[in-house]
C-alpha cells in the first residue's frame, strides 16, 4: 500500500508539474522524487536479491515476484503471464502487456534477461545477492547484467498503468532466463521457437548497449546498438593410426593440426561495412583524436579505404567491428608421451559478420587450412545469417530526443555489437531488436561477470527515467 501510494504521490507531481506549459513536450523527463525512486529502489532490491543463477538460483520466482507488483498495480492476471519451460520449473520468465489503443498496430517489446551469472559468497567475501548501496554505486550480482534493465521494465509498466497512460501500440515487456548460458533454458530462443506469437512486436528494446562516460564521470556519448556478430564454433579434427613415438612418418596429427591452426591465427577475413558500423564510425570519429579519428572519417566517407581499414584493425575491437574473426579457444590431442598421436582436435571460436552465412565462413576455413586430412564442422547448427535491423527514423527520433533533453550535447551513437545478447534470437526471428539503456559508465567500472558487479546510482536512475520516457514515445509513434 506504502508502495501505491507514493506512486500516486510522484505521478500527481508530473502532472502538476507538467500541466504548467501549454503544449508538454513529449520527451521531457519527469523529474524523479526521492519518494518515486525509492518505490522503484525496493523493486530493484527485490529483483537483485532473488538469486536466479544456474547453479542456486529460480528465475520462476523472480518472474512470479514481477508478476505480483504488477498485479498490484492493477494489472489483470489474463495480462500476466508467467511462462515455464517444460521439464525446467526454475527457468520460467514473464510477459505482462499494457494494452494499446490501436489492435491493428504492433506492439512494442521491451526484453530483459533475469538469470546472472554466477557468484560464490567466498569469492566475493559477502553475499553477493544482497543489494548494497554505498560510495554512489549498487553492487551485487546483477546490478547491472541485466536487473537494471528488467527493473526498469517492470516499474515503467507500474508508472504507464498508475497515469492512466493510453499509447497507441501495446507495450509489452518479457523477462527471460538463461542467457548467460549454462544450464538454464534460454527464455528468449525458447519463446521465438515455441510462442513467437506472444512476443511480436514491431521491434524491441533490449541489453547490448549504454553510454560512456570519461575518468570524470563526464558523459561522452550514449550507444544505440543494432546488430550483433553471430556466435559459431567449428570442431577441426584429425586423426592417424599412431604408433611408437621413436619411429615416425611423414604426418603427424599434433603437427597437421597445429600447421592448421597457425594458418588461420595468421588470416583477416575481409573488412565488411554496413549501414551501422559506417554511421558509427563517422560519429564516434568526430569525437576521436589523432588518426583513430582521422581513419573512423575516412572509412565512413569511403568504405573500400584499406589504408583506414588497416589503422583501425589495429584496436582489438575495432578489428572485431570491420570484420568476421574466427580464433583456436581450446586444443586438445595425444594419448601418451611416448607415442604417436592417434587424434587431435581444436575448437575454432567464429564471431561471424552480421548478415553471413555460416556456411560461407567454414568454407573460407577449409581454403585456409588446405589439408584434406583435417575435418572442420560446426559444432552447432547455423543461424540464420539475419542483416543488421534497420536504423529508421522511428527508431532514432526519439532516442535522440530524450537524450537531448536530458544530457545536451551527447551524441547517439549506433554501434553493432562484437558479442551476442538475446538479441540475436529476436532478430532472427523477425522482430528487429536494438540495445538502448541509457546508462552511462566509465569503461570497465561495472565489473559485469565479475567481482563486485555495480552500478552508479545516478547512472541507474537516469537510465530509468531516460527508457521510461522513451518507450512512451515509441509506444505512441
Ligand atoms: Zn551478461
Not at 559459431?232 to 596429427?253: C, E, K, V, Y
Request: hydrophobic share 40%; with cysteine; charged share 20%.
Amino acid at each position: 500500500m506504502m508502495r501505491t501510494a507514493s506512486v500516486i504521490a510522484c505521478i500527481a507531481v508530473v502532472l502538476l508539474s507538467g500541466c504548467g506549459s501549454a503544449a508538454p513536450p513529449p520527451s521531457a523527463p519527469p523529474p524523479a522524487t526521492p519518494t518515486d525512486q525509492a518505490a522503484f529502489r525496493d523493486l530493484y532490491k527485490e529483483l537483485v536479491e532473488t538469486n536466479t543463477s544456474a547453479s542456486a538460483g529460480d528465475c520462476t520466482l523472480a518472474a512470479q515476484r514481477m508478476a505480483a507488483r504488477l498485479k498490484k498495480a492493477g494489472y489483470p492476471d489474463g495480462d500476466l503471464n508467467v511462462f515455464v519451460p517444460p521439464d525446467h520449473p526454475k527457468d520460467g520468465g514473464l510477459i505482462a502487456t499494457l494494452h494499446g489503443t490501436d489492435p491493428a498496430s504492433k506492439p512494442i517489446l521491451l526484453l530483459a534477461h533475469i538469470d546472472v551469472v554466477e557468484a560464490k559468497q567466498e569469492d566475493w567475501g559477502r553475499d553477493p545477492f544482497k543489494l548494497v548501496e554505498e560510495n554512489g554505486y549498487f553492487t551485487a550480482r546483477g546490478a547491472v547484467d541485466d536487473k537494471s534493465m528488467a527493473a526498469i521494465w517492470v516499474d515503467s509498466l507500474i508508472r504507464y498503468r498508475a497515469e492512466n497512460f493510453r499509447p497507441k501500440h501495446d507495450i509489452k515487456i518479457a523477462l527471460t532466463c538463461g542467457e548467460e548460458g549454462g544450464a538454464q533454458v534460454n527464455g528468449a530462443e525458447w519463446l521465438v521457437k515455441n510462442h513467437r506469437d506472444w512476443i511480436d512486436a514491431a521491434f524491441a528494446l533490449n541489453e547490448g548497449a549504454a553510454g560512456t562516460l570519461d575518468e570524470q564521470n563526464n558523459r561522452v556519448s550514449l550507444d544505440i546498438q543494432a546488430g550483433e556478430k553471430v556466435y559459431q564454433n567449428f570442431t577441426l579434427r584429425t586423426t592417424d593410426p599412431g604408433g611408437h613415438s621413436s619411429r615416425p612418418g611423414p604426418f603427424n596429427a599434433i603437427g597437421a593440426l597445429g600447421g592448421a591452426l597457425a594458418r588461420i591465427s595468421a588470416f583477416n577475413f575481409p573488412t565488411q561495412v554496413n549501414d551501422v558500423t559506417r554511421a558509427s564510425f563517422e560519429r564516434r570519429g568526430a569525437l576521436t583524436p589523432g588518426p583513430m579519428g582521422q581513419a573512423m572519417k575516412a572509412l565512413a566517407a569511403n568504405p573500400n579505404d584499406a589504408a583506414a581499414a588497416a589503422t583501425l584493425s589495429a584496436d582489438p575491437v575495432f578489428n572485431a567491428t570491420l570484420r568476421t574473426t574466427c580464433v583456436p579457444t581450446q586444443i586438445q590431442g595425444g594419448h601418451a608421451r611416448n607415442a604417436l598421436p592417434q587424434q587431435a582436435e581444436a575448437n575454432v571460436n567464429c564471431r561471424i559478420f552480421p548478415g553471413t552465412p555460416g556456411a560461407d565462413v567454414q568454407k573460407t576455413l577449409t581454403d585456409v587450412i588446405n589439408d584434406p586430412k583435417i575435418t572442420i564442422q560446426p559444432v552447432e547448427p547455423f543461424t540464420s545469417a539475419a542483416p543488421v535491423p534497420p536504423l529508421s527514423d522511428t527508431i532514432l527520433r526519439p532516442a535522440t530526443e530524450v537524450a537531448a533533453k536530458m544530457w545536451p550535447g551527447v551524441p547517439l551513437i549506433p554501434t553493432q555489437s562484437t558479442g551476442a545478447t538475446d538479441g540475436r534470437y529476436l532478430n532472427e526471428g523477425g522482430i528487429p531488436t536494438y540495445g538502448l539503456s541509457g546508462r552511462f559508465y566509465r569503461t570497465g567500472d561495472d565489473h559485469t561477470h565479475g567481482l563486485n558487479e555495480r552500478i552508479l546510482a545516478r547512472s541507474l536512475y537516469e537510465s530509468r527515467d531516460y527508457l521510461y520516457e522513451v518507450t512512451k514515445l515509441y509506444a505512441n509513434s
